[in-house]
Nanobody
Framework: QVQLVESGGGLVQPGGSLRLSCAASGMMSRITAMGWYRRAPGKQRELVARVSSGGTTNYADSVKGRFSISRDSAKNTVYLQMNDLKPEDTAVYYC?????????WGQGTQVTVSA
């Protein structure tokens, strides 16, 4: 059974930083991509950042230059370094891990940016 364990969310002031982590276990097939999505109150879930097995990354325009995604393939772990956080980054952040057999989601971790 696939498990995604997320950590690193919390409350931070505008301009602050947080680092999210997501460790995948129980994968039954090769991972093709790992990423982070978010859902803000009253809005649809949106892609934040994604990294393919080949290392190709893509980001939402709203986070380019502030957020950085990376992965440790040996540990099946993906990280999201979030800098210069803004109130509009407040959302529940979900880890996503795709394999050739399945699409998997974490339970979500709350990120709140507020003074």
């Amino acid at each position: 059974q696939v498990q995604l364990v997320e950590s690193g969310g919390g409350l931070v002031q505008p301009g602050g930083s947080l680092r999210l982590s997501c460790a995948a276990s129980g994968m039954m097939s090769r991972i093709t991509a790992m990423g982070w999505y978010r859902r803000a109150p009253g809005k649809q879930r949106e892609l934040v950042a994604r990294v393919s097995s080949g290392g190709t990354t893509n980001y939402a325009d709203s986070v380019k230059g502030r957020f950085s995604i990376s992965r440790d393939s040996a540990k099946n772990t993906v990280y999201l370094q979030m800098n210069d956080l803004k109130p509009e980054d407040t959302a529940v952040y979900y880890c996503n891990v795709d394999s050739i057999m399945s699409r998997n989601w974490g339970q979500g971790t709350q990120v709140t940016v507020s003074a």
